[in-house]
């Protein structure tokens, strides 16, 4: 089973990251096209792909690959970073306006209209109008479940 890290690591990669983006939208999953469409030599080709593989991003069936279902859960959160990232000054604005002394005490139905005017994103609306708490509970679920695997 692949860690967090190992998908990281392996995303971390330019090369990589990119091979796995179009695997992941179709645009090209046959060997010889990937290798020619990024100028990568034999072996860099292979390395990433075993990677991608072994990481459990994406399968193989004869010559073509495919992304697997945990690749299209990972490609689903590169695609709401990069929607995020899209949007990094609306968000660090929505940050400004809510963390400023004046508005600290901001009732929520003001800070839902602040969020809906600035941001277009449903999925991102909706994660910053989610109670805090569940935010938290969910992070801090995680964090002893991963906690607790390292320390087993």
Do not use: C
């Not at 000054?89 to 009732?107: C, G, I, Q, R």
């Amino acid at each position: 089973m692949p860690s967090i890290s190992d998908v990281l690591r392996i995303l971390s990669d330019e090369k990589g990251f990119v091979i796995f983006k179009s695997i992941s939208n179709g645009d090209e999953n046959r060997s010889e096209l990937i290798r020619t469409k990024f100028k990568l030599s034999r072996k860099q080709y292979y390395t990433r792909m075993a990677n991608l593989t072994r990481a459990g991003l994406i399968g193989k069936d004869k010559a073509t690959y495919s992304v697997t279902t945990f690749g299209r859960v990972v490609q689903h959160s590169l695609s709401l970073t990069e929607t995020a990232i899209d949007n990094y000054w609306k968000l660090k604005a929505v940050d400004s306006v809510l963390n400023s002394k004046e508005d600290h005490n901001l009732p929520e139905e003001e800070r839902q209209k602040i969020v809906e005017s600035l941001i277009d994103s449903k999925e991102i609306k909706d994660l910053l109008m989610a109670p805090k708490n569940d935010g938290y509970s969910r992070s801090e679920a995680n964090e002893k479940s991963i906690s607790g695997r390292k320390e087993a």
